[in-house]
Each structure stands twice: as structure tokens, then as C-alpha cells.
């Protein structure tokens, strides 16, 4: 995995997502909900990228734009050296066995009038000429990979438990040998005794395939046991960005600490000792956000210049990025080109 | 492994199912039953039953059912069981092609209108617009202009199948439309479209494959009614003149028939009517069947 360290797999540059709001008697424009405003990232070859944040913070619509699912508003979107965010449908249509996506529900995500069969070899269909004897021997390769029995290949969706579908949907995305997997909280709705086995397959996958993820969740201890670097996003913008550990130990962003504190501690002389950060307020609508830092309305270290300028994407240490007056408060004027991305530093070896 | 795994795909064919679901609704069972003798009577009826539906025969008028005419005969002594057989193949063919064609016409638009934001607008105004259309009047018209032409391509009565057929089918399509679209509406969302999307399928197998299969319940059911009304409505038309000719029996025309003399033959009623019914609630019996059946949720419970 290290020797492809250096090459990014998927850069997002400033990519923004605005729904717009329609409204009053002639259904006119009359608002955006910035769902994604304004994000830079870089994804490295084999690593997975953990994206946390809380329930409406944007993580599901930046992996959705990310494979151009909707339609991004601004910003460039590559993946493996090809411009997928302003690619013809045709050439989109060439690209996008090497994007694909494990969604949340695996109920909602699968077809129900579909067979096994027909679900995981639909990417097939579409992408390969394959005779019917070589997809389905394709299909039960991939049923292989990824636990399911084979003599299932007939039955429907409905026929088999949460983690089962989840594993169908596993197998679908990996049909077409993909470089790079979406997974939208592909473990938000499972029991947790499933969730670790649907996890471990990622892993062994990763492993095996030389997979890299898009890890979307709001698990963070899930995060911290999955991902390589870590993502926080609040209202639309990544708050920070650092290598896992670093992150868990020594969070920057006031918001992260606050989510970290957040997690629940299993060990109560140790839960007994730390102190949860509890923010106050809610949080601000994502058609209307704050002026300067959107985490200003809540934040406990709340300064000045918070509410009247936009904190910069910045590295602050080699690897880790924060987006936080408190730690360029000495050269916010200076600081346009921070959101420039460096060579960062390739961890979490031990996966 | 392999083998068994060989056997079962070779051996079993996605159809029986369906077919094995179809055979628990005691309801479709019977309604397919019944739908099947209607139409074998009113096929093979006329080859056995020596009677034909348009000799006059003075002698032998308004006759209470006996057995030389089990049914009767109308006021100008013309066998009302042969009347019935012959009628209802005309009825029972407008029916289904007036309903294929209303569903056909529905879907489409419905699909394309829910599917593709573009079309919306205009076409679910387009649907507005035939809702509010005065109906009968508009087809009045239609078949004053067009009558005398497709006549005279088609024969008489080919050429007044067509009309009404179309008549029919395009004055009949918006429920189902209005129906479809809703249902795509809200299917698009569905996460298994979006991951449709992701793997890269194109529009129109998107359509084919994943929004019209999900579809296919609503479909189903407008299609049954559909039957029903359009065998209503070609009564209706009869009875203004403007369908068949006086001396072709439908169903409709039948019924109409009998209407003025309804107190002192209540019979004539009854038989055309009964017939109407009886097929509509085969064909919605057998409809509601085929779609538990063609549900793969519902199948196997």
C-alpha cells in the first residue's frame, strides 16, 4: 500500500453543492440549501478517508456528488487522472466502473423485483459483453468474495437479513473491480453484531483488492477503527482533516473535540474522569449559514473575528489540516492559498 | 456445489412462480376461470349455436326464453342468446384494445413526466387539458370527421373499431398518467435508482429495468378498470348513434336496446348487463391476482 503513497487516487477541489429552494406563488428561486460549500480534499491510493459530521451536515451529498450522482454546482471532482464533474454523459458512462457506491439502507438500495442474480450482474450487463454462462459464473465469484452462498443467486432481496443485503450491495459495487468505493454509512443500519462482520469484509477487501474508500459515517468509534485519515464536516465544510491518530489523540478544531468527547467511553473509571464538551444551540440552517466560521454560533472558544471572517482550509501541521482562527489567527489576510493541499503524510499502516 | 447449484437454475423458471402465486388467489382463479368461458362461449358460441344474431323473423317476436331460444327474442324476432354471443365479441375486443391503448398512452406519459423533470410541466398540463376537455362532444366530432374516411379504408365495421378503439383509448389514458407519474416520482428517490446511476445505466434501461417493473401495480389495477369503462363508454356511444351500425350487436348496444321495453322485458336488461359485470369482475379478480402474483414480496407468503 505505501508504494502508491504519494499519488492521489480522488482530488475534490472546492467542490460545492447548493439545492435550490423554490418557492412563493411562482415557484421562483428563492434560496440555495449549501449542502456543500466549498470542500477540498485528496484521496491517496489504497488509504480510506473516514468523513464524519453530524445528521444534515452534508457527508452522504459530498460522496454522491463526489461520483456525480447529482450534479455539483462548482468545483472539480478528479478521480484516477479524469475529470469526472464536468465529464460528457458518455464519457461519465466509461468512468464510472472505477467509482462506485455502497449506499446506507441496504432495504432501499437493492431492486425488489430483482433477482441476486440480476442486481449483482447488472454492472455487468452494462459495462461487460459477457455470455450468460460467464456472468453468472461472474456472479458467483462475487457472491464468493463476499460471503454469500451461491445457491442463493435466485432469490429476492426481501428473502435475506440486513447483513446479507448488505453484502449484496458489496458485491455489486465490487462487479466491476472499482479503484475507488463509496460506502455512505453502509453500517448505519445494522445491528452491531453485523456491523463489525460487514466492516471486517471492507477490510479484508481493501486488503485483497487493493480498494480505496470513502469511509461516510457518523460512527467515530467505527471511524477511528476503519480509516486512515479522518475528515470532520460541519454545515457543509470540512472543519478538519488530519491522520487518524493524530486526530483521536490531539483534535485542533474546537468542533471535532466537542464530537470526540461525544463518543461514548466503555470503561466508566476513565468515562467517570473525562470531561463531555456539550454544545449549545442548534445547528444553523444550511440555506441562511452564519457570517465568518459557520461553527461560530456554537463554538465555546468563540472569538472576535470568528463571526466576521472565513476561517481558511489551512495545513497546520504537516498532514493536518484545520479550518480554525484559533491557530491562524496571526495571518488570516495572508492565508488565501491555504486550502492548497501538500504532500500529506500516508498513515495507518496497521489496517 | 456446482452441480446443485446448475440443477436448480436449469430447473426452475422465474414464471412458476409466478404461476404457483397466481394458483393460491382463489379469487384470480375463479375470475380467470370465468373470464376464459366468456370468451370461449363468445368465440366458439356462434360455430355451435345455429342462430345468426341479424335474421329478421317476424313470426317469432318478443318470445319469453324457451328452448328453441333460450333467451328470448328481441322485437323483431332476432335470437337474443346469438345476439348476446356476437355482441360480446365485439364488446369484449374493444374493451381490451380500447384498455391496452389507454394504458399504453398513460404509462408513457406518466414515465416520461415523472422521470424526466424537463417533460413534467408540459405534459401533466397536457393532462390537465384532456381532463377538462367536454368528452362526449369531443368525440361526436372526432367520429362525425373521421368516420366516412377510416370507413373507407377499413370496411365499415373495421373502420369504426378503429375509431372507437382510439376514441376510446385516447379520451381515457389521463388517470393512469396522473397515477404513473406519482408513482415515478417517488421511485426516483428510491436509493436502488441512485445506485442504477452509479453503475452508469442509461435512461431508458434505468426505465425498463427499475421504474417500470415498480410501477407495474398501479398499472395493473387502471388497466382492469379500464376494461370496464371502456366497454361502458362504447355502450354509451352506441346508444348516441355514433358507434357501431343499429344492426351490429355490442353488449352496449344491446342494453340500449332493451332500455324503452325494460318494464315489460325486464330479461333483455338483465343479460347484456349481467354479461358487462360478470366480465369486469373476472378480468378485476384475474387483475388483482396477476399482481400479488407478479409482486415478489407478496410471493412466496
Not at chain 1, 440549501?33 to 459530521?53: H, N, Q, R, Y
Not at chain 2, 343479460?271 to 360478470?278: D, E, K, V
Amino acid at each position: 500500500m505505501l508504494d502508491d503513497a504519494d499519488r492521489p487516487l480522488v482530488s475534490v477541489r472546492n467542490l460545492k453543492m447548493h439545492f435550490p429552494i423554490y418557492g412563493g406563488l411562482m415557484r421562483r428561486r428563492v434560496g440555495e440549501v449549501k449542502a456543500v460549500d466549498g470542500i477540498s480534499f485528496e484521496i491517496f491510493e489504497g488509504e480510506t478517508l473516514g468523513l464524519v459530521g453530524e445528521s444534515g451536515c452534508g457527508k452522504s451529498t459530498v460522496g454522491r456528488t463526489i461520483l456525480r450522482l447529482y450534479e455539483a454546482t462548482a468545483g472539480d471532482v478528479i478521480i484516477d487522472g479524469k475529470e469526472i464533474a464536468h465529464a460528457e454523459p458518455e464519457e461519465l458512462r466509461r468512468m464510472r466502473p472505477t467509482m462506485q457506491m455502497i449506499f446506507q439502507d441496504p432495504q432501499a438500495s437493492l431492486n425488489p423485483r430483482m433477482t441476486v442474480r440480476d442486481i449483482v450482474g447488472e454492472p455487468l450487463r452494462e459495462h461487460m459483453a459477457l455470455s450468460n454462462t460467464e456472468l453468472t459464473d461472474r456472479v458467483h465469484q462475487l457472491m464468493d468474495q463476499v460471503g454469500l452462498n451461491r445457491d442463493f443467486a435466485d432469490r429476492y432481496p426481501h428473502e435475506f437479513s440486513g447483513g446479507q443485503r448488505q453484502r449484496i450491495g458489496i458485491a455489486r459495487a465490487l462487479a466491476l473491480n472499482p479503484k475507488f468505493i463509496v460506502c455512505d454509512e453502509p453500517i448505519a443500519a445494522l445491528d452491531v453484531s453485523i456491523q463489525a462482520q460487514v466492516v471486517n469484509l471492507l477490510e479484508e477487501l481493501q486488503d485483497r483488492l487493493g480498494l480505496t474508500y470513502l469511509f461516510i459515517s457518523h460512527d467515530l468509534s467505527m471511524v477511528r477503527h476503519i480509516a486512515d485519515r479522518v475528515a470532520v464536516m460541519y454545515l457543509g465544510q470540512i472543519a478538519e482533516l488530519a491522520p487518524r491518530d493524530a486526530l483521536y489523540e490531539k483534535p485542533l478544531h474546537p468542533y471535532t473535540e466537542a464530537l470526540l468527547s461525544a463518543v461514548p467511553e466503555p470503561d466508566p473509571t476513565i468515562a467517570a474522569k473525562t470531561e463531555r464538551i456539550i454544545l449549545t444551540g442548534d445547528v444553523p440552517s444550511p440555506s441562511n449559514p452564519p457570517t465568518g466560521c459557520n461553527f461560530s454560533t456554537r463554538c465555546p472558544k468563540v472569538m472576535d473575528i470568528c463571526t466576521r471572517e472565513t476561517p481558511t482550509f489551512r495545513e497546520q501541521e504537516p498532514g493536518r489540516f484545520v479550518a480554525c482562527h484559533l491557530y491562524n489567527s496571526e495571518q488570516t489576510s495572508a492565508a488565501n492559498a491555504a486550502s492548497e493541499v501538500n504532500k500529506s503524510i500516508q498513515q495507518g499502516e496497521e489496517t | 456445489m456446482t452441480d446443485k447449484a446448475d440443477i436448480r437454475t436449469a430447473a426452475r423458471n422465474q414464471w412458476w412462480d409466478v404461476w404457483d402465486q397466481f394458483k393460491t388467489h382463489k379469487g384470480a382463479l375463479l375470475g380467470a376461470s370465468v373470464f376464459l368461458l366468456i370468451i370461449i362461449a363468445v368465440y366458439l358460441g356462434p360455430f355451435v349455436w345455429p342462430y345468426d344474431p341479424q335474421f329478421i323473423d317476424y313470426r317469432s317476436r318478443n318470445l319469453s326464453p324457451s328452448f328453441a331460444h333460450p333467451l328470448g327474442t328481441d322485437q323483431l324476432g332476432r335470437d337474443q342468446l346469438a345476439r348476446m354471443l356476437s355482441g360480446g365479441q365485439v364488446s369484449i375486443i374493444v374493451g381490451l384494445s380500447a384498455m391496452a391503448l389507454s394504458v399504453v398512452l398513460g404509462t408513457l406519459i406518466g414515465v416520461l413526466a415523472g422521470y424526466f423533470k424537463r417533460l413534467d410541466g408540459p405534459l401533466m398540463r397536457l393532462t390537465d387539458l384532456f381532463l377538462a376537455l367536454p368528452l362526449l362532444p369531443l368525440i361526436l366530432v372526432a367520429s362525425l370527421l373521421f368516420r366516412e374516411k377510416l370507413s373507407a379504408a377499413f370496411g365499415p365495421e373495421g373502420g369504426i373499431f378503429i375509431l372507437i378503439v382510439s376514441l376510446i383509448g385516447i379520451t381515457s389514458w389521463m388517470q393512469t398518467a396522473r397515477i404513473v407519474r406519482g408513482d415515478v416520482l417517488a421511485l426516483k428517490e428510491r436509493e436502488f435508482v441512485l445506485a442504477a446511476r452509479s453503475i452508469g445505466t442509461p435512461d431508458r434501461r434505468m426505465i425498463t429495468r427499475h421504474v417500470l417493473p415498480n410501477v407495474m401495480s398501479p398499472i395493473m389495477v387502471s388497466a382492469t378498470l379500464g376494461i370496464a369503462t371502456a366497454i361502458i363508454t362504447e355502450s354509451a356511444l352506441s346508444f348516441l348513434g355514433f358507434g357501431f351500425p343499429p344492426d351490429f350487436p355490442t353488449w352496449g348496444r344491446l342494453l340500449n336496446d332493451s332500455v324503452d321495453r325494460m318494464q315489460i322485458y325486464p330479461e333483455r336488461v338483465l343479460w347484456p348487463g349481467l354479461a358487462i359485470s360478470l366480465t369486469v369482475l373476472s378480468v378485476n379478480y384475474m387483475g388483482d391476482g396477476l399482481r400479488d402474483a407478479l409482486d415478489p414480496r407478496i410471493r412466496g407468503r
